[in-house]
């Protein structure tokens, strides 16, 4: 028996234990006192804090894109619509390895290297990584597959379905409809950032960029609950975005096609206007491009054909595309003539193919003057030098009359300025006058230069969307119109495009309605007088006017690109595709109630009465056909009534 | 000898000879106990109903531990005292073997090596083993010695402490390895180690804080305790579970938000939230008033356990059962205080309410023994 036993007291030992037990349950309980204290403070007296915690965390506000304003044409057709596109976007907050995640997507997807690219470019200049970002857009059907399967490999990704811009005409109404791009930086500092938060598209030329409040709407919210990966798992609160207004265009996309198909292929601008009011039937560029691309990506190289390419597809011709008028300009000239009397309608001159400033060794010639034949239109009246386009007669007339005067006329057929309404950066072209030529050239004017400007050469340069005007104004017998592309908004006759700018009304008050119709029926002279033998018919006729059945005004113009020196012959053979003339036509019908003017251009075309005018032919077909068969609809509704 | 069996008659606390008849007495069973037990382990039931989400397969394998888990507390209730003092030794030893072998053979799981695997049976943590071991080891020392304790004594007793959490600090297994010395220091305690040492110690330990800090722990225990104090400065990474917990509670509120309401829980921002963060899914779905319910059951069973110990009829008993009631305490206490953010994150499991086998089975054989010495003769 160990000594240790013998002095145990068992009795003292329980009290000692009761003891000690006590002690340490008060100690319990107070630590659970601190523990109580704890989750007081946090649920009680904390509670809201955490509360609002809470709910940050798992409620995620998104903004919602509204969808954008569709475009119809006249005819109520799509010029531009939205439709669904499945895209793979990304939460980068939700990526444990952003980089690794991007080479994965891109192996499994097979995406091109130009694509990987675009993703990690996308990326990297992300704003709000806690928001889904869209870095591949329209996937194809296999690819959505794919990302459906490996998602529980690849965390932060998601395959969202939304609304991306389509031109279902594509090239046709390219540069008329224009297109939206995605969204820069830039754009962002310009625009409202609380209304484009979820937009990824804006719009950036033609129509798209000029409408684009109209067409944009209103942001939309979306409250839901996500997980902590990021995930949605309900939608709490929606406040749909409200979708931007549709716009109602004048452009009647079946002009914009015929159009295209009668430039076949050549490097040129159509302009169509309604003289009564501006509106723009047709806005033809070409070459062009597929608006589409912007939209869903392009290759480099497509993006590099485009935008290197040395016939600047992304160039609008129609609007910025300034050339000289050539003889395009003799309307002007020629009513000039009579507003300011320095000449008649009976004045006839002698033109023997050349004409020479009194006391100047310098030799201006007719377009018909060879080597071989000093060319000339003979005698030569007004009307005549019209239909003929003499050159000689309008060097003469311009020579006559006071620069100012002739430049003061013809900036009121909108020359020297953009009259457009709605059409963002059109071009002004050049209207030179003796201060400008002091200014851009230290030269003073030179009687020569009137003599240039008489048929329109010289340092005179439109676009066809002003020589389109030009066209309208001479349809209108003086009144100027604006041109304007938007007719109605959210409905085609809503009177949106007449609120826009009331048409301008400048009476060209220095000619008598008696003078403008006698201008009129030479230009009718132009494309109807054929059969009149040598050196009669007017220089249309041969190519458009022999079987119209409808009365047609027009104006051909041939513009030199190049100064053919002194004593040389224009020869298209030896001069580079650049160097060649530019082919004008301007036009309008029917001539007694004008509904359409309009004005073409083909870049180093040649003739403007053998190039350019059975293109100016085809667009105006096309008009009246449409016209004679809504006017026989018409009739027929009436007669059912 | 015959003094000692005179005494223990006359003792005022042995009531299990006054009341030798009643029925429970005769099949080991503390009915107060086990209800207030059920009481816990039904409510945490429930609550980990929620917390699986759905996955039945896990709520099932918990049901089946837990009816494993009773037959243990049965079965442990069973065996006489005199029998754990017998094996005491050598359940101490064979655990000290045990904890050598995980030190070289032992499995690695997230960095550090506690576990012993027997190919495709099972495998265990000896240290879990080592929280019974160890203070049936240390009572078993104590009690041929008459208390309190004398220096020599307790200074033995703190070797056999400190050996095997040495052993489990090695692992490294910080959490584990201090429980293992609580749970041997709790029989200290207990046997009336005098307050004023333990003051001393106290001080002493704090006094050598700053060098722990330097020496012993690593950095990512270091990292735990700075995250505790400022979890705001890294919450993505270390900050996450102390602040998705404290935001669950928080958000919880008097009342809760309901069972199976849980937006921290369900919606995958509360880490571990069947395991060691149970309780943040308690406090959000049921509220103050659900985790209050639950603290105050814990109370219940300890006050019991405490009660059951001090009736037991020998040195050995009292000091075992009322050393398992205090570890069990600690595990509560530890755990409750790490999820609300005001203890470092250690991996110590919600007693009878985390998922989770070895813990409930340990615990449901400890509230066995505590039974046991409770109501078998005094010997």
């Not at chain 1, 190289?301 to 016939?311: D, E, I, N, Q, R």
């Not at chain 2, 050393?323 to 919600?350: E, K, Q």
């Amino acid at each position: 028996m160990a000594p240790e036993l013998s002095i145990k007291d068992q009795n003292r030992e329980v009290e000692l234990f009761v003891g000690r037990a006590t002690t340490l349950f008060v100690l319990v309980v107070l630590m659970l006192g601190l523990l109580i204290y704890r989750m007081l403070e946090l649920q009680l007296w904390n509670h809201d804090t955490y509360k609002i915690r809470s709910d940050d965390n798992r409620i995620r506000v998104q903004t919602l894109a509204p969808p954008r304003g569709l475009i119809f044409d006249r005819n109520g057709r799509l010029l531009a619509d939205n439709q669904n596109a499945s895209s793979l976007a990304l939460v980068i907050d939700n990526m444990p390895e952003p980089s690794q995640s991007l080479e994965r997507i891109g192996s499994l997807l097979e995406l091109t290297n130009t694509q990987r690219s675009e993703m990690i470019s996308r990326v990297e200049s992300n704003r709000r990584p806690d928001a889904p970002l869209v870095v591949v857009d329209s996937l194809t059907e296999e690819q959505v597959a794919r990302m459906a399967v490996n998602r529980h490999l690849l965390p932060g990704t998601e395959v969202v379905n939304r609304l991306v811009r389509h031109y279902p005409y594509a090239e046709i109404a390219a540069h008329a409809v224009g297109s939206v791009r995605r969204l820069s930086d830039e754009d962002l500092r310009r625009v409202d950032p609380v209304q484009y938060s979820a937009t990824e598209f804006i719009g950036k030329r033609g129509v798209e960029a000029f409408y684009e409040d109209t067409l944009h709407g209103q942001v939309g919210y979306q409250k839901a609950e996500s997980d902590a990966l990021g995930r949605l798992r309900q939608t709490l609160d929606v406040q749909s975005p409200t979708a931007g207004k549709d716009l109602y265009l004048h452009l009647d996309i079946d002009l914009q096609r015929a159009g295209v198909a009668a430039l076949a292929g050549r490097r040129g601008a159509v302009v169509a206007l309604d003289p009564r009011n501006g509106g723009v039937l047709a806005m033809v560029s070409q070459p062009a491009y597929d608006p589409n691309f912007f939209v869903t990506g392009m290759s480099e190289a497509v993006f590099g054909s485009l935008s290197t390419s040395k016939y600047v597809p992304l160039f609008n011709r129609a609007t910025n595309g300034q050339y000289a008028p050539g003889s395009t300009f003799k309307p002007i000239v020629g009513l000039a003539g009579i507003g300011l009397s320095a000449t008649t309608w009976d004045t006839v001159i002698e033109d023997r193919g050349a004409f020479q400033l009194p006391g100047q060794e310098r030799e201006y010639r007719d377009w018909s003057w060879t080597k071989e034949n000093s060319g000339g239109q003979g005698m030569v009246d007004l009307r005549r030098a019209i239909y003929r386009s003499s050159n000689v007669y309008f060097y003469d007339l311009a020579s006559r009359i006071p620069v100012q005067d002739l430049v003061d006329f013809a900036a009121q057929f909108g020359l020297g300025r953009d009259m457009s309404v709605d059409i963002p950066a059109a071009g002004s072209g050049l209207l030179p006058d003796p201060v400008w030529k002091q200014g851009a050239k230290g030269l003073p004017w030179f009687p020569g230069d009137s003599v240039n400007m008489g048929i329109g050469q010289g340092d005179l340069l439109a676009t066809p969307l002003q020589m389109a005007v030009v066209a309208a104004t001479l349809a209108n017998r003086g009144r100027l119109v604006q041109p304007r592309m938007m007719r109605g908004i959210d409905a085609p006759e809503s009177g949106d495009g007449e609120s826009l700018l009331p048409s301008t009304q400048i009476a060209l008050e220095q000619v008598s309605t008696q003078d403008w119709e006698s201008m009129v029926a030479a230009l009718e002279d132009v494309v109807h007088r054929g059969n009149q033998g040598f050196r009669g018919n007017g220089t249309a006729w041969a190519y458009i006017g022999q079987d119209i059945d409808y009365r047609m005004a027009g104006k051909s113009g041939t513009a030199q690109v190049v100064e053919i020196s002194q004593g040389e012959e224009y020869d298209e053979e030896t001069l580079s595709e650049f160097d060649r003339k530019h082919a004008w036509f301007i036009a309008f019908a029917p001539v007694e109630n004008p509904t359409i003017a309009l004005a073409v251009l083909v870049e180093n075309g040649g003739g403007g009465s053998s190039v350019a005018a059975p293109v100016a032919r085809a667009v105006i077909d096309a008009h009246m056909q449409k016209a004679e068969s809504e006017r026989v609809a018409q009739q027929e509704m009436l007669v059912q009534r | 000898m015959i003094q000692a069996d005179f005494q223990r008659t006359l003792s005022p606390y042995d009531s299990a000879a006054a009341k030798p008849s009643r029925w429970y007495f005769r099949l080991h069973i503390d009915p107060i106990l086990v209800g207030l037990l059920t009481v816990v382990i039904v409510y945490g039931l429930v609550v980990l109903r929620s917390a699986v989400d759905g996955n039945e397969a896990l709520y099932t394998a918990q049901i089946q531990r837990y009816a494993v888990a009773y037959v243990v507390l049965i079965v442990a209730a069973q065996i006489p005292p005199h029998f754990y003092l017998r094996i005491s030794p050598l359940v101490y030893v064979v655990g000290m073997l045990l904890l050598l072998l995980v030190l070289f053979f032992g499995v690695s799981v997230k960095g550090s090596q506690r576990w012993l695997e027997i190919p495709w049976l099972f495998r265990f943590q000896p240290s879990e083993l080592m929280k019974l071991a160890v203070p049936m080891a240390v009572a078993w020392y104590l009690q041929k010695r008459s208390l309190p304790p004398s220096l020599k004594y307790t200074a033995a007793c703190l070797v056999i402490m400190t050996l095997p959490a040495l052993l489990i600090g090695r692992q490294p297994d910080l959490g584990t390895s201090i429980l293992v010395f609580g749970a041997g220091f709790s029989v200290l305690l207990l046997a009336g180690l005098p307050w004023r040492l333990v003051l001393w110690a106290g001080l002493a330990i704090s006094a050598a804080a700053p060098l722990i800090w330097q020496f012993v722990l690593e950095g990512y225990q270091r990292q735990r305790v700075l995250t505790l104090f400022d979890p705001q400065s890294d919450p993505l990474g270390a900050g996450w579970n102390i602040i998705q917990s404290t935001t669950a509670i928080g958000s919880g509120g008097l009342f809760g938000k309901g069972l199976f309401q849980g937006s921290q829980s369900y919606l995958d921002f509360l880490p571990e939230a069947r395991t060691d963060f149970i309780v943040a899914v308690m406090g959000e779905e049921l509220g103050f008033v659900g985790v209050a319910f639950l603290l105050l059951m814990y109370l219940l069973i300890i006050a019991r356990g405490l009660w059951l110990a001090s009736q037991a009829g020998s040195t050995f008993g009292r000091l075992l059962a009322g050393a398992f009631v205090l570890t069990f305490f600690v595990y509560v206490f530890v755990n409750v205080a790490m999820v609300s953010g005001i203890l470092p994150v250690v991996g110590v499991p919600l007693p009878l309410v985390s998922y989770g086998g070895t813990s409930a089975i340990t615990l449901m054989a400890g509230f066995g023994v505590i039974m046991s010495v409770r109501t078998h003769k005094a010997w």
